[in-house]
């Protein structure tokens, strides 16, 4: 085959970035916005058929359909798993088999004595986390004295409190509000004993094990922090399954103490009499309606959707009540048809923002100018999308709102990553500036988008670490004890800085003309020096794994003037080079959260394999055999559609527990790639300085600071 780089080849990768160009269009929504499929695992569909049993729809048609979904996702040998090629995941199976047992599948069927057998072999129902529990707990196959407790007082405690629900992640607040009501009034809704699952019991529940982080056994260390009581260790690099060296757990460390809490809190809940409970009901109500309020469901996801409509069947609303059809409808707006199967499956929440500020920044790539019509309609849509309300984000930052939602509608929950990537869609479309607005729209929409770039900006940059990273949603939500908590075996008890998020931040912070010598570059720069693994790459907690968060942070360094031939950007380039496959892909599991050793390792996949070119092009290996090869890939890969084949999970909800496929990944990623690589000189600078005069504030200079408004 020809080496990429002589006409011929060129003109196959322009051709290939058309179809891919013409293939985005015409996914787009007439309102101008993108929204792709974004897809989970098994437990989308059970826990949505265990909660409609638990309101009493079992008979419904929907029920029949996501059990046919869940028939057609289980494994050969007998389980579900968290991601195509994972292995058995014990809660996801327990509940997929309850589930169709409840949907009215034969227990001894083939399918059902399969799950079955896989279930046992894996530690029955006995193994399953603290989520999965509420379930059974529910449907009373379990006590709930077997739950952890979540008492809903914890809506009372003060903000200087070390444990009050602003100190913990924004996605684990928004479940534990409702939760803490179904915690404290344990509903149950009783089956007849044929329809539950004692069958999948090694041991009474009394004696199932005490619940514990996944991947964590008593006395070791925890990976996302050091042993019980101690500071974060730097992440190991060479270690394997067990990644986190055995450590004495000190008498009284963290995991023990909060076990002796869940002790003393399931004690207050059997007594007669429990001063605090009704007011501390009352207030977890009202917080769980007011944010109700301009958004897709509590929390815009699905795990607060579910136990909102659980926490209002035990508060004694009828199913006519507007705040229960609220939450029926913004499930049901969550449900996908396979018109072909005849099966349904659940998107754990929609992802419109995200798509959109992708696709714009694909298409700007490659070579779409602000003023075509569909591109204007996207960015007209990014910008009435910025959130300019308060929301809980205000608990710990004094600045006028600004940032952009994953979803169409989450205003208390704007997050950095989001943010981020609408700012550099916005900056990118109108990369030459007004000059290249060729009409007085345009015109309109490019002062439009100036004002709202510089009031992102500000948030995003209010909303930075002490460490100098940042996390998702909220600010210095870094309290490592808070997940030994019983509860916080989702492995997502806290949204601390992250590698990949804050090199997204500092590469948008680049685009904007922010370099080198700007305090809040600086402080971030150094965070993500110190968070590079010994072997030169990034740990990536939003994607998978290494190589989404290698790609992310040489492309933010160099955004912002590290200089190419810097050793951290060195050892990164060196590492993706190490991992490129034979046919010139890249490819990593989400297995990698378990076992880091196997770090780049997987199946290769367009997206990942797009990061990677892009990773390198940053570092300046433009025209590298690597990535000539990797380009090669991607032009072989595409469909004549201009789309990309692509099963895999490559997005990241909570390591190690649970994964996404995100359907536009293979399109607009390899389309980012294809395009910068065709443009010589690529790199971040190439688009950052005549962004940053489009859209320097007037009368500002390099280091804008945060205002403090409305909140």
């Known amino acids: 085959m020809e080496t990429l780089g002589n006409g011929s080849q060129v003109k196959e990768v322009e051709q290939a970035i058309a179809r891919a160009r013409q293939w985005l269009f015409s996914q787009q929504h007439a309102d101008g916005y993108w929204v792709a499929e974004l897809e989970g695992d098994s437990i989308l569909q059970s826990e949505t058929i265990l909660l409609l049993v638990f309101l009493g729809r079992e008979d419904s048609d929907l029920v029949r359909r996501l059990a046919r979904r869940l028939l057609e996702t289980q494994l050969p040998g007998g389980g579900w798993a968290m991601y195509p090629g994972g292995g058995v995941e014990i809660s996801g199976s327990v509940k997929a088999y309850f589930a169709l047992k409840l949907a009215g599948c034969d227990v001894e069927s083939e399918p059902m004595v399969r799950a079955r057998r896989a279930i046992l072999a894996h530690g029955g129902a006995d193994a399953v986390n603290s989520y999965t529990r509420f379930f059974l707990a529910m449907l009373g196959q379990i006590p709930y004295s077997c739950c952890p407790a979540v008492p ?112 003393l809190l399931q004690g207050y809940q059997r007594l007669p009499w429990r001063p605090t409970r009704r007011r501390a009901l009352r207030a977890a109500e009202q917080w769980m309606l007011a944010r109700f309020e301009r958004s897709d469901g509590l929390g815009a996801i699905f795990p607060p959707i579910v136990f909102s409509l659980v926490a209002l069947r035990a508060l004694g609303y009828e199913d006519d009540r507007p705040e229960v059809r609220y939450c029926l409808r913004q499930l049901n707006d969550l449900v996908l048809e396979d018109p072909d199967s005849g099966s349904a499956r659940v998107q754990p929440c929609k992802s419109p923002v995200w798509d959109t500020a992708i696709a714009v920044r694909a298409l700007a790539a490659g070579g779409v100018d602000a003023d075509e019509p569909n591109m204007l309609r996207a960015l007209e849509w990014l910008i009435k999308q910025q959130i300019t309300r308060p929301g809980d984000w205000c608990e710990n930052v004094a600045a006028e709102p600004g940032g952009w939602c994953f979803e169409f509608h989450n205003d208390f929950y704007p997050d950095s990553d989001d943010t981020a990537m609408v700012l550099m869609a916005l900056a990118e479309a109108f990369r030459g500036g007004r000059e290249r607005a ?216 909570f390591p190690s527990v649970f994964y996404l496929r995100y359907h536009y990944y293979s399109i607009y990623f390899p389309l980012m790639a294809l395009a910068m690589w065709t443009q010589p000189g690529a790199g971040p600078d190439a688009a950052a300085r005549p962004a940053a005069r489009a859209f320097a504030p007037p009368g500002e200079g390099g280091s804008p600071r945060p205002s403090v408004g409305a909140c």
């Open 152 to 263: 809903p007082e914890l809506v009372l405690l003060p903000r200087w409190f070390p444990v009050n629900l602003y100190a913990v992640s924004s996605w684990s607040r928004t479940i534990i509000v409702p939760l803490s009501i179904v915690s404290a009034l344990q509903p149950v809704r009783r089956l007849q004993p044929q329809q539950g699952i004692r069958e999948l019991f090694l041991k009474e529940p009394r004696h199932w094990p005490p619940l514990r982080r996944p991947g964590a056994r008593e006395g070791e260390r925890d990976c996302r922090g050091g042993a019980d009581g101690e500071a974060p260790p730097a992440r190991a690099a060479q270690q394997d399954a067990d990644p986190c060296p055995p450590a004495r757990e000190p008498m009284l460390g963290w995991t023990r103490f909060f076990r002796a809490v869940d002790h």
């Open 438 to 653: 060729a009409n007085p729209k345009a015109e309109e929409v490019l002062a439009r988008a100036a004002a709202a770039i510089d009031r992102g900006m500000k948030w995003v940059v209010a909303m930075q670490n002490d460490d100098g990273g940042w996390g998702a949603f909220d600010r210095n939500n870094d309290r490592q004890f808070l997940c030994h908590v019983p509860f916080a075996d989702h492995n997502a008890m806290i949204d601390p800085s992250t590698p990949d998020l804050t090199a997204r931040v500092l590469e948008a912070l680049g685009r904007l003309g922010r370099r080198l010598g700007d305090p809040v570059v600086d402080r971030a720069v150094a965070y993500l020096r110190a968070a590079q693994e010994p072997d030169g790459a990034w740990f990536g907690r939003w994607g998978v794994n290494y190589v989404y968060g290698t790609w992310q942070t040489l492309v933010g360094l160099t955004a912002v003037g590290v200089p190419r031939d810097d050793p951290a950007v060195i050892a990164g380039a060196r590492w993706l080079l190490a991992h490129q496959q034979p046919s010139g892909a890249w490819g990593e599991s989400p297995d990698t959260y378990d076992h880091p050793r196997r770090r780049g390792q997987g199946p290769a996949t367009p997206s990942q394999t797009a990061w990677a070119v892009m990773g390198l092009i940053a570092a300046g290996l433009r025209d590298h055999p690597a990535v000539v090869h990797g380009i090669q890939y991607l032009i072989d890969q595409q469909r004549s559609d201009g789309a990309w084949r692509e099963p895999e999970f490559t997005g990241t909800g």
